[in-house]
């Protein structure tokens, strides 16, 4: 890494977040838009950063098109920290980033009073409850980032003709493991908390423990895929869990 | 209050394990120590004492390392029941405290000192002027570590005592004690000066983004809104309008100046969520944080715009002060 050291990078720009933190922000087709290219760009910076270890690096937060990189002022600064990160990760790596990523399962009881919006959000798009479950269970998704509560997967490649708008009034309480659909993305409740996002089902398996020693199943830049499954496996794989 | 041997007496007398009783709660009371790094990618936070200097003075005075785990006391502090000595001390606000001896007598307990207590109840009253203060024990609050840390996630609901602010009832456990035979409450004649000026005496800096809306917030008068608290404290004032539309989600810290669409910016604090989609105006420099977690509901604010140099300087010389202040506490302990 060390010899490729040509200076910033015309396509990402730096923000100081805190006195402790730089976002670096990647230019992005639209900035309002997700753009899955860009996203696994930010994956490939992070990744490079984090093997590279430096002695300050406290946190590293990948997000859409930006990443957030955290220092320790007992023993840097904040131009030091530039300095080293323009100089850094030149090449383009998102292919052996993608190749890296596990591809992880995620199985989930669609509908009923696992899904209480199951059957209105198939009736607002226009298709059957079973075709919603389907297209949602087919594609394989991306965790852009984790955010809103620990363990919370943001995840792109929702099939785009699933888009959602999120509830004009948000619940008071969505389940934990509850697994919905908010605007163009698709993610999991890890707990209980309020909620705006359509509910289409739930799992068993526990996304976030701050007991385990890898306290979250899935990390920013994971693949992940839905599996659809029964009571019978539901109340199984609860009882394992 | 009598001055006794102030020498540690805790090398020669031997350790035990205990734990104070939760008589009462006051109104938010959470064990906190410097916070977690290292989970902000999987949408943990940092948490902490929402000012590490206070429960940095409050641990050293009781002979604690400056990150042992502290109790943050909210407006109204909580009635603790000791059921052997220790050793105390309360920095931050100033809070009415008293304690109860066996012998049901009452006494004040000062502020900015250590003090040692005999068994008895720890009654921490009402803050007066500011709204959190700290309270240190030697041996530090012994809560299990979560992901690194003991301070209290209250969104994630772990750390801390159960993940949650304490309760009646709760058992509050100790690090090692040192047991030593006392009578009455016995406090040093020396004492540290807290910082009580009011916490918007003068403006919050901050280090804004380029954009005009960024400035607009030095323009103007704010007041603290009833619902900040230890995610961030909200601002109500005039709105401030701009032509923002809200972004796909970013990262955000301790210290970034969110501006919701109804122009009223929020301030996060320790407890701020990992990411979030509100344009952001710039951040509160570290040095000003701490006073934030002194403004109470309704107090008034202003803002001042620095640089990200000037924010340097005044980080340095406040991280020379608490060095200096940490030194002399230790000096103090050891001349006794």
Sequence with gaps: MSDSKVGPRPDIRFELLADDAWLIAFDTPDASIIDPETNARVHALAECIRTAAPGWLRDLVPAYATLAVFFDLGTTDAQAVRDWLGTQCVDDVADAQADASRAIEIPVRYGGAFGEDLDAAAAELGIAADTLIARHGAALYTVAMIGFAPGFPYLSGLDPSLALPRLATPRTRVPAGSVAIGGAQTGIYPRESPGGWRLLGRTPIRLFDPQRASPSLLAPGDRVRFIAIDDDAFARLERDA | ?336
């Design chain 2, 1 to 336: 209050m009598p001055s006794r041997d102030w020498n540690a007496t805790h090398e020669r007398e031997h350790m035990s394990r205990t734990a104070w009783r939760v008589i009462a709660p006051g109104s938010l009371t959470t064990v906190q120590d410097r916070g977690r790094d290292g989970w902000r990618h999987l949408g943990v936070g940092r948490a902490g004492a929402l000012d590490p200097a206070s429960a940095a003075l409050a641990n050293r005075m009781v002979g604690n390392p400056s990150d042992a785990a502290v109790l943050e006391i909210t407006l109204g502090g909580p009635t603790l029941e000791l059921p052997q000595p220790a050793r105390i001390a309360l920095c931050g606000a100033v809070i009415d405290a008293r304690f109860e001896d066996a012998q049901n007598r009452v006494h004040a307990i000062p502020c900015g000192r250590p003090v040692d207590l005999p068994a008895g109840l720890l009654r921490l009253g009402a803050i007066r002027s500011g709204l959190r203060a700290w309270l240190a024990v030697v041996g530090g609050f012994d809560v299990p570590r979560v992901l690194g840390s003991r301070s209290t996630d209250l969104r994630g609901g772990f750390g801390g005592l159960h993940g949650r602010a304490v309760r009646s009832g709760d058992a509050l456990p100790l690090g090692p004690q040192p047991m030593h035979d006392l009578v009455e409450p016995q406090a040093p004649a020396w004492w540290i000066a807290l910082d009580t000026a009011p916490a918007n005496a003068s403006p919050i800096r901050y280090v804004a983004d380029g954009i005009d809306a960024a400035h607009a917030l030095a323009r103007q008068d704010w007041r603290v809104d009833p619902r900040s608290d230890r995610q961030g404290l909200r601002c109500s004032g005039a709105p401030i309008v701009a032509a923002l539309s809200e972004r796909i989600s970013a990262p955000v810290a301790p210290g970034t100046l969110q501006l919701p669409p109804d122009g009223q910016p929020i301030v996060l604090l320790a407890d701020a969520q990992t990411v979030g989609g509100y344009p952001r105006l710039g951040h509160v420099v570290c040095v000003d944080l701490p006073r934030l977690a002194q403004l109470r509901a309704g107090d008034a604010l202003r803002f001042e715009a620095i640089t990200a140099d000037a924010a340097t300087l005044l980080r340095r010389k406040r991280d020379a002060e608490l060095a200096r202040a940490l030194l002399a506490i230790d000096d103090r302990l050891q001349r006794g």
